[in-house]
């Protein structure tokens, strides 16, 4: 606590994290997809670039706070020695600055732009996938613009191997009317998969079941991991497979009520019981 660096980036933590908190939690919804995601990251991102824009004001910010934080527990405030050569941390050439300006050379502004980077490597690259799933969602005008073609055709040959690449663009172009006349507009991947007719247009469903799948993050899996830790323990490490997805799904769907009646008849029919269960 009294190291100068630990307690500023502590601060510069509490601050960036507290822009992708609304980010932390969609993440964690069971219902979220590509679309959705891009969106909100673009949002993220393009707010940490104004801060990043603007780091004088915003890093002088914190930097009260952590003076106010600072003399409330007696810690004195000190920048790192600076040398001729160093290997082990960063060694700018800021021999006459302030503590502060320091500090926002150090470790704001590299973890800012840190930030920024992996906020883009994870979400935004894959918006030039998702251009060509936005032509399915779009419904402003019945003509399908060149450009659209172009990334529908680039998301076809990607997605080669399930769709077929010679009436693909025919069923989106009747597609697109379909959306304009019944005036539908799409709230999620989701609602488009269900608007969508498998027999009359089967590459677009196709393509919607593939957007719909895409992993937008890891935490349905991590979900269904931490069940399976309170289902499959050391009593129950012999139980077959049937009874562990059971037990798994019933753990995690807890809100579809099972009565026990309909158990009990389910079991009863399925072999020969001394007993006569079924009332």
């Known amino acids: ?8 980036s502590f601060y510069i933590v509490k601050f960036l994290f507290s822009f992708c908190l609304p980010l932390c939690k969609q993440l964690q919804k069971v219902q979220i997809d590509l679309k959705k995601t891009i969106a909100i990251v673009e949002n993220v991102v393009i707010t940490l670039k104004a801060i990043r824009d603007n780091y004088k004001t915003e890093f002088s910010q914190i930097y ?5 934080a600072a003399d409330n527990v007696g810690i004195e405030l000190k920048k790192k020695r600076v040398i001729s050569k160093q290997t082990l941390r960063d060694n700018p050439n800021l021999l006459d600055c302030s503590i502060e300006h320091y500090y926002c050379v150090t470790v704001f502004l590299p973890y800012v732009d840190y930030y920024l980077m992996q906020l883009t490597e994870r979400f935004i690259n894959h918006k030039a996938i998702f251009e060509g799933f936005n032509c399915i969602f779009q419904s402003e005008s019945l003509m399908v613009e060149m450009e659209d073609i172009v990334a529908f055709q680039k998301l076809v040959e990607f997605y080669s191997s399930t769709i077929d690449q010679h009436s693909s663009i025919a069923e989106l172009k009747m597609w697109r009317v379909k959306l304009v006349n019944e005036k539908i507009v799409f709230t999620s991947g989701l609602h488009a998969l269900d608007v969508c007719d498998k027999e009359f247009y089967p590459n677009i469903h196709e393509l919607l079941k593939i957007f719909c799948t895409l992993p937008v993050s890891t935490a349905t899996p991590e ?6 830790k309170r289902i499959k323990s050391y009593l129950r490490n012999s139980m077959t497979e049937n009874r ?3 037990l798994a799904l019933l753990a995690c769907h807890r809100s579809i009520q ?5 158990v009990i008849d389910e079991l009863s029919i399925q072999k020969n019981r001394k007993l006569d269960f079924v009332l």
């Open 244 to 246: 562990l997805n059971g």
């Open 64 to 68: 009260i706070n952590v003076k106010m």
């Open 223 to 228: 979900r269904c991991f931490s069940s399976l």
């Open 1 to 8: 606590m009294e190291d100068t660096e630990f307690l500023i």
């Open 258 to 262: 099972i009565m026990p009646d309909e």
